[in-house]
């Protein structure tokens, strides 16, 4: 029926999409001033008046401080209410479970980190998530149920046909059949799930290197090796949830595996994982190998090549081979995808930093006809738990930001 709300062009609908234009405007500048808003928006005073008081009334914004400096009284400012939803993200990993609270401004004001109790201990996987996100909300002065919404990321993927966790037989716990209903049931929120290396795509593109880039690639080392896919501006997932994982990728200078579900590992990962390093250093005269988990091992071990200055140094030549290793993979994927960018992630790679990329940069021209540029994470600190937070932040400020409802 015409004039109904939610039809296209009517004045309902016109003012929810200048409502969520200066709410957008307030996530991106800060506190501003109803003259800044009307200039920003091209709204009248009057109205951009009306849009505040229409979205103050709404729990949404907050009149706080004045603007200071010049002549006359200062402007009333107005900000986005940071209390107008809380959104949460989850990252797992098989050595511990690692939650944030973040207000709708994006700012995390709660976190809360639970140790993995391994493969034979008794503590359910949905009690691990539950602890876990009441530690973090806890942490944020706040209930479980003041969370509008959680992402959790995971190793591997959800099967979207069967729900089961696949490519992450080392995560134990999660590849119960019925474990997703029992987290929607035990969590009054709204819950999704996202593969690890996908999340920490999503803050490299809101956040880091790979901001404004529509197709790009992001290659991820750390416990596991992987691939996220953005095509297009959006993630690629794959019919089962298990495009990019790339650590199953058949590739030269690694022998062939057969049954790679079964061993959980392929020739990529066997070539160019972390846990490969230690042993290549040896074999590369390398005196000194640091003791710690493959994953911190590893993180130093390249750390030092890129230091090294010499190109006779054994640290400079374990650099150069891994830089090798990984453009042998990388090869592969862009001769295929085409990709604008290449972001490398997780500690094996940022580690490098430029004296790896470029490395890797001058093998992946030589082995491959697409020269795609290469690029080092800038999302450092908790990237795939950042990249959580974010999506749960876009919908939840889809929801809350509404205001034709």
């Known amino acids: 029926m015409a004039g109904t709300v939610g039809t296209p ?8 999409m200048n409502d969520r234009a200066a709410l957008d405007l307030l996530l991106e500048h800060g506190p501003l001033s109803r003259t800044r808003i009307g200039k920003l928006t091209g709204l009248s005073k009057p109205t951009a008046s009306q849009l505040l008081a229409r979205l103050e009334a709404a729990g949404l914004v907050l009149a706080g401080g004045t603007t200071e400096g010049r002549p006359g009284p200062g402007a009333q400012l107005y900000e986005v209410d940071p209390a107008a939803a809380y959104a949460a993200g989850i990252d797992v990993t098989p050595g511990r479970v690692l939650a944030a609270v973040a207000d709708v401004t994006g700012r995390t004001v709660g976190r809360h980190e639970l140790p993995t ?26 209930a479980r149920g003041d969370v509008h919404r959680v992402v959790i990321g995971t190793p591997g993927a959800f099967d979207p046909g069967t729900g089961r966790l696949r490519y992450a037989s080392h995560l134990p716990g999660w590849h119960s059949p019925t474990l997703l209903d029992e987290l929607a049931a035990a969590l009054p929120m709204p819950v999704e799930y996202e593969n690890d290396v996908n999340l920490a795509a999503v803050a490299e593109q809101r956040l880091g290197a790979a901001r404004g880039h529509e197709d790009f690639v992001l290659l991820w080392n750390q416990e596991g090796l992987g691939a996220a896919l953005v095509l297009g501006g959006r993630l690629h997932r794959g019919w089962t949830g298990g495009a990019g994982e790339v650590g199953f990728l058949p590739v030269p200078g690694a022998p062939l595996v057969r049954k790679v579900s079964r061993t959980g590992s392929g020739g990529f990962q066997e070539l160019a994982g972390s846990q490969a390093l230690p042993g290549l250093a040896r ?54 995808l085409d990709p604008e960018l290449v972001v490398l992630s997780g500690t094996s790679l940022t580690t490098g930093g430029e004296a790896l990329r470029a490395l890797v940069q001058d093998e992946l021209e030589e082995l491959a006809a697409s020269r795609p540029r290469l690029a080092v994470g800038d999302v450092t600190e908790h990237p795939v738990l950042r990249g959580a937070l974010e999506s749960a932040l876009a919908t939840t400020r889809d929801e809350v930001f509404d205001t034709s409802r």
Not at 296 to 323: F, Q
């Open 283 to 336: 074999e590369l005269g390398v005196d000194s190998v640091p003791c710690g988990s493959y994953v911190e091992v590893a993180a130093a071990l390249v750390a030092r090549g890129a230091r090294a200055d010499e190109d006779n140094d054994p640290h400079r030549r374990l650099l150069r081979t891994y830089a090798t290793r990984l453009a042998t993979g990388l090869a592969s994927l862009v001769s295929v």
């Open 117 to 142: 109790p391994g493969r034979r201990a008794a503590v359910p996987v949905v009690q691990q998530v539950t602890d876990a996100l009441d530690g973090a909300a806890k942490a944020a002065g706040l």
């Open 9 to 16: 062009g009517t004045p309902s609908v016109l003012r929810a």
